[in-house]
């Protein structure tokens, strides 16, 4: 596709439940970046992608969030047993190397709320 | 997680107003970018600045890489309703593969 996709757009679900946020980068993009924004807050960052590597984890709120990247294309963020407070969009960017002056290309996000 | 500082949270102004905002940092940055972000989709970049004092335009828009490395500056002239959204920078530190964002800058143009 011409630019990042990222589905479900909208996802709901009840809290102790499992889920899955999935994001096609640009094709060729080798960086992949998962981030969280609240409502009406700026955007945290989760996890970044090199490759289907992860050099840097360190914004993963718990052990209940994991991702992984195949292929070095589509990634997934999974969130275990949910929680109220993981109601969020989670915003995917995409990269061609992760370098100095690379310019990130946002998705639309995937909006989750957790009754 | 870690924020940047942006000011102002919001603002109000008529169509045709200069519209300033600006960002602080406890940090040194080597990277800032300035985001739009409309309602409903992910941000889009606007300008990126890469060197300490580095002065560049995009249109209506100028942001500047503070020579203290540890701010930056965007500035929209002659506004327009279409301005209207949130405002984002972001830095990065020298060494580090992420970005922190601000807080973000609500604007609405009043016409």
């Known amino acids: 596709g011409a630019g990042v996709s990222q589905s479900p757009s909208n996802k709901v679900t009840e809290k102790g439940k499992d889920v899955e946020l999935r994001c096609d980068p640009i094709?060729?993009?080798?960086?992949l970046y998962w981030y969280r924004q609240s409502l009406g807050q700026g955007l945290e960052f989760l996890i970044y992608f090199q490759g289907n590597s992860a050099p840097d984890k360190s914004g993963l709120p718990s052990d209940r969030f994991s991702a992984e990247r195949t292929g070095g294309s589509v990634s997934t963020l999974t969130i275990q047993r949910t929680q109220q407070e993981d109601s969020a969009v989670y915003l995917c960017?995409?990269?061609?190397?992760?370098?100095?002056?690379?310019?990130?290309?946002f998705g639309p996000g995937t909006r989750l709320l957790v009754l | 997680g870690q924020q940047l500082n942006q000011s102002p949270q919001s603002m109000f102004i008529q169509e045709g107003e200069d519209v300033s905002m600006n960002c602080t940092s406890s940090s040194i940055f080597n990277t800032w970018l300035w985001y739009k972000q409309d309602p409903g989709e992910g941000p889009v970049l606007l300008i990126a600045l890469y060197k300490a004092g580095e002065l560049t335009s995009n249109g209506r828009l100028t942001a500047q890489f503070g020579i203290t490395r540890k701010d930056s500056f965007l500035n929209i002239s002659a506004s327009i309703p279409s301005d209207v959204g949130i405002y984002f920078c972001a830095g990065r530190a020298p060494g580090t593969y992420k970005y922190i964002f601000g807080t973000g800058t609500r604007l609405k143009v009043l016409a």
């Open positions: 960017a995409s990269s061609l190397e992760g370098g100095r002056e690379e310019t990130q290309y």
């Open positions: 094709s060729g993009h080798t960086a």
